[in-house]
């Protein structure tokens, strides 16, 4: 936000430097990001430099200095054409010092070209011979000092400036032409000289994005009287009433609506200082109608729209238009003011007539109703609107204006009021109309304004300073809270300018915050915290999900974040071709970011492929996991259930190509089941099974189900081919999970045994057995360790055979065994009984039989 210091002394005395001031507000919690210096000394110490850009340790400061002696108010008398040039001109001119003749190519002097001497004369400003300007013809701003020269036989050393060489916009078109109060021979930087504040608004004091609102902080912080400016208005037409009305259909949307009317306005341009104005708090100047809304919204806050009276009129058939705001009906459009056609979602509001929407409320106007050159009759609006509704509007519709930043942040009802008043009086001012008795008010949702209680006791506990109720009181008085104290209890009332004040305990903050900036946060000891300290706990859950972390990227894999929002059309990918949709009960958003990011996900792996997809194009090798809730709705209603989930893809190589070679053979099912594997070990967790599964998304006879006791972890296995048609991929086989992440903390021991490292070698030897060919390998491991007890310290197939010494239906499955005693070296003997009991009961309870 720009703040000319100029237009913030129509509030309020500055007392303070410019470069202090600035200090203050920063320190205030509105940061200074920059002072523009336009005309107004330097402060001392600061040396102009080629650009004109200077800078400080604690704000950036740049612009142009307007030497007092050099730059002056002229009066123009005569533009005389120039003898050899048909696009210059020989201004004669009084500097106040005598008459010179100065030569010059602004286009806006050519009307007056030849006529002699002028009936009124020009007001401008005039450089002399030896002042540092802004060069008007190389880009951006560079210093440059006059110096006498010859333009097509002609003398120059002086010149009359424009917007650009004065440092107050980029416009080199033409010359600046002041207000004809403009004193001749005064030094310009006394008549319009000035300095900017570029302040950075941020959300919590989104009521100060205009002048008098910056102004109640300079009030209150340097203990001055705020000079509101005045709402009267010069009423001397015939009542609005009967003349327009207004109509509101959801108060939640639109809490309030204010209309005025001034009829017999001439559009001209606006006095040069308003231009000026408008140009340094950085708006484009039009004309006084326009003007007066762009004025009154930077100067008061409250953005206002014009409408042309007799547009609306002649829309109802000449009657008296009616004023209705509402939600946008399906598939209606809109052209607004920037030229765009527009598509309108439901949730929009309008404001319209009987024949259909007239503006996007809050945000931009409609083309057809703006004010134009040939307007006569003003309807003017201001209005509150629900800021939350605004915000989503101008995301759905990808568009932004100055009124849409003040209203998609908060704008308190009663600035509408406030707003028209202000407007419709400048408009008076400027074009000459009269303004209709009264003012049309609906105002069917009043703003109720917070009370909050604060005493000593909590801006001690909370601020850590002594401040009497008096010292509160004072502060928040500054602010223009309605204060009344009973004993160490200081009540205030949030003024009705400020939605930022909440109720209870979070009113109390906002307080205090307030109490805290305008005291100084500065000023502030620094001391060491008074109160106990809470018990130092650990948190269980979070350390087994964060040991988890650490296993599988131990194990190779990566992990990602994504979004939690999503659509059912992209969990829909998951599905073959040619299924039905999914259960469609999802948790959705009333106010989505985006139209594809409109429901809370019910899947995990959904999120994670949709990483696979973008990487697979950049990466050979993919190794993801994601740990992160899944939602769904509650059965009554209310806050929705989330549910820990886990999610591991794998695809490609089984290494990454190196120097030192690799397996490149793709991944497939067992290496997930083989990660999986060691990810249960990890975490202690030994009962862990996998079974034959067929499910969606994966493919028949590649998936199995993930077993903990009598719960169903979930299930892995490789994408079906039906859905990796959804998916760009490559050919390389994609396996996946999806896992009951709660289920397998619940399952981590809170202590698990470990064992020394062993001090006597193991009896180490191979069983090879035939089953029959749908005998799992597991259950074959399951009796091996059942029976080999604690001299059994490790089982490990490493062959499976299926051939001609094999019986059909039969497979040969061959084991590693290590036997091993923790006291001493176990003999054959012994190795052999445990090896003895192993077969045994492989043939009393699986029908195995020993290979040979």
């Known amino acids: 936000m720009l703040i000319p210091i100029s237009w913030l002394k129509d509030f309020v005395d500055i007392t303070l430097p410019i470069e202090e001031l600035a200090r203050v507000l920063t320190m205030a919690g509105l940061e200074v990001e920059e002072v523009i210096y336009v005309g107004l000394p330097f402060p001392e110490g600061q040396i102009e430099g080629r650009s004109g850009a200077h800078q400080r340790p604690e704000t950036k400061v740049s612009g142009i200095e307007w030497d007092s002696d050099k730059i002056v108010v002229a009066a123009v008398h005569e533009v005389m054409p120039h003898p050899d040039a048909d696009r ?5 001119l009084d ?72 440092g107050i916009s980029d416009d080199h078109e033409g010359i600046i032409v002041l207000d004809d109060d403009a004193p001749v021979g005064v030094p310009l930087v006394d008549y319009m000289g000035d300095a900017v504040f570029d302040i950075a608004i941020t959300p919590n004091i989104a009521r100060d994005a205009n002048i008098l609102g910056v102004a109640r902080e300079v009030t209150a912080l340097t203990n001055q009287a705020l000079r509101s400016p005045s709402y009267k208005f010069e009423a001397s037409g015939a009542p609005i009433a009967g003349q327009a009305a207004v109509e509101i259909t959801n108060p939640e949307l639109n809490p309030r ?121 003003v309807l003017l609006e201001g209005a509150a609107w629900n800021f939350i509704n605004i915000r989503r509007t101008i995301a759905d519709q990808r568009m932004s204006s100055e009124a849409a930043y003040r209203f998609s942040r908060g704008v308190h009802p009663a600035m509408a009021e406030r707003g028209v008043r202000r407007g419709v009086e400048l408009m008076r001012q400027w074009s000459g109309g009269v303004i209709a008795e009264g003012l049309i008010d ?108 650490d296993l599988l990227v131990e194990l190779g894999m990566q992990e990602v974040v994504n979004y939690r929002l999503t659509s059912p059309e992209r969990e829909a990918r998951l599905l073959p071709i040619g299924t039905g949709p999914v259960d469609a009960s999802y948790v959705r958003l009333a106010n989505p970011i985006a139209s594809d990011r409109h429901v809370l996900r019910r899947s995990l792996l959904s999120s994670v492929l949709e990483v696979v997809e973008l990487n ?23 806050l929705p259930v989330e549910v820990l989930r886990l999610a591991i893809a794998l695809t490609g190589p089984r290494a990454q190509l190196s120097w030192q070679g690799g397996d490149t053979t793709a991944m497939d099912f067992y290496d997930l089941k083989g990660a999986l594997e060691e990810l249960f070990a990890g975490l202690h967790i030994d009962t862990v099974r996998f079974e034959p599964d067929e499910t969606t998304p994966y493919h028949p006879g590649k998936c199995a189900q993930i077993i903990l006791g009598d719960n169903r972890l979930g299930t892995m296995g490789e994408m079906h081919p039906l859905v990796r048609e959804h998916y760009d991929l490559p050919e390389t086989p994609l396996i996946v999970a999806e896992l009951d992440l709660q289920l397998i903390l619940d399952a981590i021991p809170g202590r698990h045994t470990i064992r020394p490292v062993p001090a006597f070698p193991p009896v180490l030897e191979d069983i090879a057995v035939i089953v029959d060919e749908n005998m799992p390998a597991e259950r074959v491991l399951e009796v091996i360790e059942g029976v080999g007890g604690k001299m059994l310290v490790e089982v490990r197939l490493f062959d499976v055979y299926r051939g ?13 065994l290590a036997y091993q005693a923790p006291d001493r070296t176990l003999t054959d003997k012994e190795a052999a009984k445990i090896r003895g009991r192993i077969i045994r009961r492989l043939e009393q309870e699986l029908g195995a039989q020993l290979r040979s």
Not at 88 to 92: F, G, H, Q, W
Not at 450 to 476: F, H, K, N, Y
Not at 626 to 637: K, L, N, T
Request: charged share 25%; proline share 6%.
């Open 88 to 92: 210059l001109v020989l201004c004669r």
């Open 95 to 166: 500097d106040g010092g005598g008459e010179q003749i100065v030569l010059t190519g602004a286009p806006n002097l050519y009307p007056y070209k030849g006529k002699g001497a002028l009936e009124k004369p020009l007001k401008v400003p005039y450089a002399r011979e030896g002042a540092r300007i802004y060069d008007g013809h190389k880009p951006g701003q560079v210093l440059m000092t006059l110096k006498r020269a010859k333009i097509r036989g002609v003398e120059s050393y002086s010149m009359i400036c424009s917007e650009k060489e004065l």
């Open 257 to 377: 609506f204010v209309l005025g009317l001034i009829r017999d306005v001439k559009i001209a341009p606006s006095p040069y200082w308003v231009q000026r104005r408008l140009l340094l708090a950085g708006m484009r100047p039009i004309y006084n109608i326009v003007d007066a809304t762009n004025y009154t919204m930077l100067e008061v806050g409250e953005p206002l729209h014009a409408f042309d009276y007799d547009v609306l009129v002649e829309r109802v058939g000449g009657k008296a238009p009616k004023i209705i705001t509402r939600t946008a009906r399906a598939g209606e459009r809109l052209t607004t003011l920037d030229g765009e056609e527009r598509t309108l979602s439901d949730f929009t509001v309008l404001v319209c007539d009987s024949e259909g929407a007239l503006a996007i409320a809050g945000v931009m106007g409609g083309a057809e109703s703006e004010v134009h050159e040939g307007t006569r009759n």
């Open 442 to 549: 609906n105002y069917p949702l009043p703003s109720s304004d917070p009370s909050v209680e604060v005493t000593p006791r909590d801006v001690q506990r909370w601020l850590g300073i002594e401040l009497t109720p008096e010292e509160i009181a004072d502060i928040l008085r500054r602010l223009e809270f309605n204060v009344e104290m009973n004993g160490n209890t200081v009540r205030a009332t949030s003024p009705d300018h400020r939605l930022d004040i909440g109720a209870g305990v979070t009113g109390v903050a906002d307080l205090l915050e307030e109490i805290a900036r305008i005291y100084g946060y500065e000023r502030i000891p620094e001391t060491r915290m008074a109160d106990e300290l809470p018990p130092q706990t650990g948190n269980p859950a979070l350390e087994k999900e964060e040991h988890m972390r």
């Open 616 to 638: 697979a194009r950049n990466r050979e090798r993919i190794a993801l996991f994601e740990i992160g809730p899944v939602f769904r709705p509650s059965q009554d209603g209310s």
């Open 804 to 816: 001609e010494q094999i019986e059909a239906g039969k497979k040969s499955l061959a084991y590693s």
